[in-house]
């Protein structure tokens, strides 16, 4: 049996540093010299097909995140399963700078966006087990908005695939349909039957 809340230590530790990494490749040439105020501003502006990502990255890992602290469970000790799918997870976790540098260089091609979207889905489907396998979990709202927060990662992450094959640079634009997680939260609960 193994520590849920050295497992939890263990996530914050690393959600943490991977979201800090994914800055480090959102930069201007160390050989860049501006002349001028306008050539500093055209440089930064230039910045933004590594600067879509990052933010995408970021609100990705946000959202697990929060997702993760807000499932809850009774359970003071895991079992080796539940153990080895949460160091899966966290290694998906590990892995998103690098996607996301990948597709920040390269988001006018197709296999850049499989990367980082197959990574994005992957990261949701382990997401997902990782709930039905959770000792002791507290049934309520926290479950249904993860089980929601990952079926729209895997929609956009599907449809950012999808949409590669006509054009690359507007399938990493679905991804930001993330973002909207907070308003089909109120939407769903507008909608659920009153009891």
Same mark, same amino acid.
């Given at each position: 049996?193994?520590?849920?809340?050295?497992?939890?230590?263990?996530?914050?530790?690393?959600?943490?540093?991977?979201?800090?990494? &994914?800055?480090?490749?959102?930069?201007?040439?160390?050989?860049?010299?501006?002349?001028?105020?306008?050539? %500093?501003?055209?440089?930064?502006?230039? %910045?933004?097909?590594?600067?879509?990502?990052?933010?995408?990255?970021?609100?990705? &890992?946000? &959202?697990?995140?929060?997702?993760?602290?807000?499932? !809850?469970?009774?359970?003071?000790?895991?079992? !080796? +399963?539940?153990?080895?799918?949460?160091?899966?997870?966290?290694?998906?976790?590990?892995?998103?700078?690098?996607?996301?540098?990948?597709?920040g260089r390269y988001?006018? &091609?197709?296999?850049?966006?499989?990367?980082?979207?197959?990574?994005?889905?992957?990261?949701?489907?382990?997401?997902?087990?990782?709930?039905?396998?959770?000792?002791?979990?507290?049934?309520?709202?926290?479950?249904?908005?993860?089980?929601?927060?990952?079926?729209?990662?895997?929609?956009?992450?599907?449809?950012?695939?999808?949409?590669?094959?006509?054009?690359?640079?507007?399938?990493?634009?679905? %991804?930001?349909?993330?973002?909207?997680?907070?308003?089909?939260?109120?939407?769903? !609960?507008?909608? +659920?039957?009153?009891?």
């Amino acid at each position: 049996m193994f520590s849920k809340a050295r497992l939890d230590t263990l996530s914050d530790g690393i959600f943490a540093v991977a979201m800090t990494l &994914l800055i480090l490749d959102v930069r201007l040439p160390d050989d860049f010299h501006p002349g001028d105020a306008g050539e %500093l501003l055209r440089s930064l502006a230039g %910045l933004w097909p590594k600067f879509l990502p990052y933010v995408l990255s970021f609100g990705v &890992l946000g &959202l697990r995140w929060l997702s993760n602290v807000e499932l !809850r469970s009774r359970a003071e000790f895991v079992n !080796r +399963e539940y153990a080895n799918w949460w160091l899966f997870y966290l290694l998906l976790i590990t892995c998103v700078p690098f996607t996301t540098m990948v597709v920040g260089r390269y988001a006018h &091609l197709a296999p850049a966006i499989w990367l980082y979207a197959g990574h994005t889905l992957l990261i949701a489907v382990v997401g997902l087990r990782l709930v039905a396998i959770t000792p002791h979990l507290e049934q309520g709202d926290h479950v249904r908005h993860r089980q929601l927060s990952a079926m729209l990662l895997i929609g956009t992450s599907l449809l950012a695939i999808a949409l590669s094959f006509v054009n690359s640079r507007l399938a990493l634009w679905s %991804l930001v349909l993330n973002f909207a997680l907070p308003l089909i939260r109120k939407w769903s !609960r507008r909608t +659920e039957p009153q009891g």
